[in-house]
């Protein structure tokens, strides 16, 4: 095993693919023997990193197999790099775009980044995936109104040029609960309406909201004061390495 520094570097970009991100977590792992970098390192003010393959704890090998792995702390961002050690070169720069882990941070993270206060009342909802949420009910909701999101299976559609291409949908849904009335969930309802068709398409995330336009079902129940809308959203992944959307 080899201590020669074999340095991988670059720079880590925002889901734009421009925006340098500074303070972003770079761990390291080598697949080939089952270890992991000593110390992870932070993209600097320039969204600048630097790993050493050197710092692994018996060093590394010509044709190791290693995953690079950056996240955002507070996002739902993430990139994972794989490459292979290749000791004739000495060294490799990589610069690496983030993207969301799923369909549900992305949608989270849209909402609440574009989320007016004034349309609603002066109330910011709680926004959450189901399954960070132990328990919703009338007694829980409180002064608060919740919009929760549900992913469902994705689907995969094949492209009619060629049965060997495809790509991925995923259906999900949002639901608005509140206890304040009527008047006030309708507000935080068209608030979503509004966020969801201004950002329709957004190639540079990764993702592309297909069709936030289906209509909401309203699922309220009077005889408790519990106020809920949900409505299905279709999100599909985009394929950023190739010049379309569909996938091999």
């Known amino acids: ?30 697949e080939t023997t089952g270890e992991e970098l000593s110390e992870s390192v932070t993209t600097n003010s320039n969204g600048e990193y630097t790993i050493d393959l050197a710092n692994f704890p018996s060093g590394y090998s010509n044709g190791d197999v290693i995953v690079i792995k950056v996240t955002k702390s507070g996002t739902d961002k993430i990139k994972e790099y794989r490459t292979t050690v290749d000791t004739s070169q000495g060294s490799e720069e990589k610069n690496l775009t983030l993207t969301y882990q ?62 060997s291409k495809k790509r991925m949908i995923f ?15 309708i507000k935080v309802k068209n608030e979503v309406d509004r966020i969801l068709n201004s950002n329709i398409i957004s190639p540079a995330s990764g993702w592309d909201i297909i069709d936030p336009d289906r209509g909401w079902r309203d699922l309220s129940d009077k005889s408790i004061k519990l106020w809920r809308f949900v409505l299905d959203v279709e999100v599909e992944k985009l394929n950023m390495d190739r010049t379309n959307e569909w996938w091999s």
């Open 1 to 30: 095993m080899s201590t020669t520094p074999y340095p991988i570097s670059g720079i880590v970009y925002d889901i734009d693919g421009s925006s340098v991100v500074e303070g972003a977590t770079i761990t390291a792992y080598n």
């Open 102 to 163: 799923d369909v549900l941070g992305l949608i989270k993270e849209i909402l609440e980044n574009n989320w007016e206060k004034g349309n609603t009342d002066l109330q910011t909802p709680t926004i959450k995936k189901i399954f960070d949420v132990k328990r919703i009910d009338i007694s829980s909701l409180g002064n608060k109104d919740y919009v929760l999101l549900y992913e469902m299976p994705a689907i995969v559609e094949k492209n009619s040029i060629g049965t």
């Open 171 to 185: 259906p999900l849904s949002v639901d608005i609960r509140s206890t304040y009335s009527r008047e006030h969930t």
